[in-house]
């Protein structure tokens, strides 16, 4: 039962991991309305380096303390930060819309070159705010030494939030858990930069350091007794195992659970209501949520995956309302009619959760980007749209080449429809870096019409409930799945007849 002590190393990493997702919960809540942001960045990483150093109290009490101590230098500097985010933002958009091969070399290097600094600068700028008080040219001149000191470190592990946030935007249905683990191993990394780069300077700048810590601390035990958090301090948690004073002799009588429960219970006897609370919430409380939260998410993943599984085939309607008997008809009748059995399920999405399109031109770049990633991680494997919306989605990047998957004589040339690139879109695919390029999918597609989706009979549109005044399309997504092709097939036999 050594693992379950206070200042085990399990129960220390417990702590510390528990500590550390209730830090990123803050930083996300108090960052939300933007101007916040830096004041809520050093407030994170202020903590979460005492954390890491075992000199924590607690998580929240420190946190708002740091983010209010610290919020005019953090807000200004963020500011400042913020100017050049948007300056980048503008120059790579130039350079997207211009084409990369139409830019002087010269200027794509200034603009990568200076995106990689803004972006370590960011990482560097609020952690110093949360260590040392300076003035704010000072600070940016320290933090542009440290990126030069540092700049490998630095360099993976904005990787590492690059690689973390693809997985969020790809693995959306999962985004609580994924962001959990990722923004959790970021903060720890990115701490353990920092102390050690930190502890450097304490040799150097001792007094200076020492006169900040005597400026910033407060009284633990008041801390930890009120800041009704997952505290983290395993040196309080020796200190009220101390109170018992000297030991006697060692008890061996029982397995060692009992001497475990026995020994617990009389570390407790000796203690008043107030110092029971804090051990509590140092010894049993963090390890006690942590397994909750791990135990909830695997219970979350188990079963989505288990669903996911269990889906036979799911899909949605653009501009298009089905009644409850057409969606019975396109889920649970298909699956009767095909014999596949309980528990295995389809879906149709209602209409109003499938709008991808945008009038505002960088919105819709962002929303086409989530619509092909809802596609091609499976969230849709057939969309059914309206006329007046197959021409904004039906293309072969998104959906199924249909003479792939019938036979194109069962069926007459007018009840496909075509996908045929325009001159803009061929245009487009010559230059600049495009989401194909970045997905590592190649652009040389035939200047022949590609058959995408198939025209819905009126037999079908009556039983689905959609409005009989509208001509419907249905398409499949271009997925590598190893049985979508046959399940597909099967559901287009299902509702022509004919496959």
Aim: glycine letters at 6%; charged letters at 25%; one cysteine or more.
């Amino acid at each position: 039962m050594n693992i379950l002590k206070p200042d085990s190393p399990v129960m220390d990493f417990l702590r510390t991991i528990t500590n550390l997702m209730i830090v990123n919960l803050l930083f996300v809540i108090c960052s939300l309305p933007i101007i916040t942001f830096g004041a809520a960045f050093s407030a994170k990483y202020y903590v979460s380096m005492k954390i890491i150093r075992g000199e924590g109290t607690g998580v929240f009490i420190p946190f708002f303390k740091a983010f209010k101590r610290n919020f005019k230098q953090s807000t200004i500097t963020w500011l400042i930060m913020l100017v050049a985010i948007f300056l980048i933002i503008f120059n790579w958009r130039y350079i997207i819309y211009t084409g990369w091969s139409n830019i002087p070399f010269i200027y794509k290097l200034g603009i990568i070159v200076f995106s990689i600094i803004v972006m370590l600068m960011t990482m560097t700028l609020f952690p110093t705010i949360a260590r040392y008080e300076m003035k704010t040219a000072e600070l940016f001149k320290a933090a542009l030494i440290f990126v030069l000191i540092k700049f490998i470190p630095l360099i993976l592990i904005c990787l590492l939030i690059i690689g973390s946030a693809i997985a969020c935007i790809w693995y959306a249905q999962w985004f609580p858990l994924v962001y959990a683990f990722t923004s959790t191993t970021i903060t720890y990394f990115i701490s353990i930069v920092f102390i050690k780069q930190f502890d450097k300077l304490e040799k150097i700048q001792a007094d200076k350091l020492q006169a900040l810590k005597e400026s910033v601390e407060y009284d633990p035990e008041k801390d930890a007794v009120g800041n009704v958090s997952l505290a983290g301090n395993k040196k309080e948690a020796k200190k009220l195992e101390e109170t018992k004073g000297e030991s006697k002799e060692e008890d061996k009588s029982g397995n060692k659970l009992t001497r475990y429960i026995r020994s617990e219970k009389a570390k407790l006897k000796g203690l008043t209501g107030k110092q029971k609370a804090v051990y509590f919430m140092q010894y049993y409380f963090p390890p006690f949520i942590l397994i909750l939260l791990v135990a909830g998410g695997l219970f979350w993943y188990g079963s989505d995956v288990y669903r996911d599984k269990m889906r036979v085939i799911g899909g949605g309607v653009i501009n298009g309302y089905p009644t409850e008997e057409g969606r019975e008809y396109a889920t649970t009748g298909f699956l009767e009619w095909a014999g596949y059995k309980k528990p295995r399920t389809a879906k149709l999405l209602n209409s109003e959760d499938l709008n991808f399109k945008s009038d505002i031109e960088y919105e819709e770049r962002y929303l086409d980007v989530a619509f092909r990633a809802s596609i091609l991680t499976g969230s849709y494997d057939f969309l059914i749209l309206r006329e007046d919306a197959v021409y904004n989605y039906s293309t072969p990047d998104y959906f199924q080449d249909l003479s792939n998957l019938v036979n194109m004589e069962n069926f007459s040339e007018d009840e496909f429809y075509y996908y045929v690139a325009t001159e803009e879109e061929k245009a487009k695919r010559n230059q600049g870096i495009s989401i194909d390029d970045l997905l590592g999918k190649s652009t040389e597609e035939d200047d022949e019409p590609v058959p995408v989706a198939l025209k819905l009979t009126d037999d079908i549109v009556a039983k689905l409930g959609l409005d009989d005044q509208y001509t419907y399309y249905i398409a499949f997504a271009n997925v590598p799945k190893a049985s979508a092709d046959k399940i597909y097939q099967q559901y287009i036999l299902y509702l022509f007849g004919k496959v």
